[in-house]
Structures are given as structure tokens and as C-alpha cells.
Nanobody, 117 residues
């Protein structure tokens, strides 16, 4: 069974940084594309960053240049380094695995990120 567990959500001021981590089961980490999504109150869920098995990554325009996604092989985790946070980054951030943009099979429960001005 694929298990995903997010961690690292917190409340920070605008301009600050946070690092989210998604720990995955071995199968998911080794074989699946993984992604970070977020959902702000009253808005649809949006793709933040996609990390494919081959190593390439993509970002939404809203976070490009500020967020960096990486795979930690020792922790079996997909990390999301978020810099220069804005109030518009406030959302619940979800980790997803095994699928592709638009449709993933497995999801974590989410971690709250709140950015205040």
C-alpha cells in the first residue's frame, strides 16, 4: 500500500521560508511521479510542482523562482523548499504520487501553510 505523509506546514510572515517534506512508501518513491498540490480556501486545488521519476521537475508560474522541489533518497521523501513566501501561498499543501498532472492515485492528508503580512 502506498503511504504519503506530509510535514513542515507552519505559520510564517511574508518573505519567510518553509520546507515541506512528503515521506513516501518505497514503491511510490522508486516508481512513481510525485507532486505537490495546494488548495486555498474557496479555490480549486492547483498543481504546485511535479517531480517525475526521471528527475525532471516543473513548477506553476505562481511559484517558479521561489520554490524548489527535490527528492531525498535517504529519507524517501519529496521535499518542497518554499522561499520568499507570499500571503497568496496560504493553502493546504498536499503530496500526491503515482499518476500524472491532473490525476494522481494516492494523496497525503495535507499540511497547512499560512503566510501573514
Amino acid at each position: 500500500r502506498v503511504r504519503l505523509q506530509e510535514a513542515g506546514g507552519d505559520s510564517v510572515q511574508a518573505g519567510g521560508s518553509l520546507r515541506l517534506s512528503c515521506t513516501a512508501s518505497q514503491y511510490a518513491f522508486d516508481n512513481c511521479h510525485m507532486a505537490w498540490y495546494r488548495q486555498a480556501p474557496g479555490k480549486e486545488r492547483e498543481l504546485v510542482s511535479l517531480a517525475v521519476v526521471g528527475g525532471s521537475t516543473t513548477y506553476s508560474e505562481s511559484v517558479k523562482g521561489r520554490f524548489v522541489v527535490s527528492r531525498d533518497n535517504l529519507k524517501r521523501a519529496l521535499d518542497l523548499q518554499m522561499n520568499n513566501l507570499k500571503t497568496t501561498d496560504t493553502a493546504v499543501y498536499y503530496c500526491a504520487a503515482c499518476g500524472s498532472e491532473g490525476q494522481f492515485t494516492f494523496w497525503g492528508r495535507g499540511t497547512q501553510v499560512t503566510v501573514s503580512s
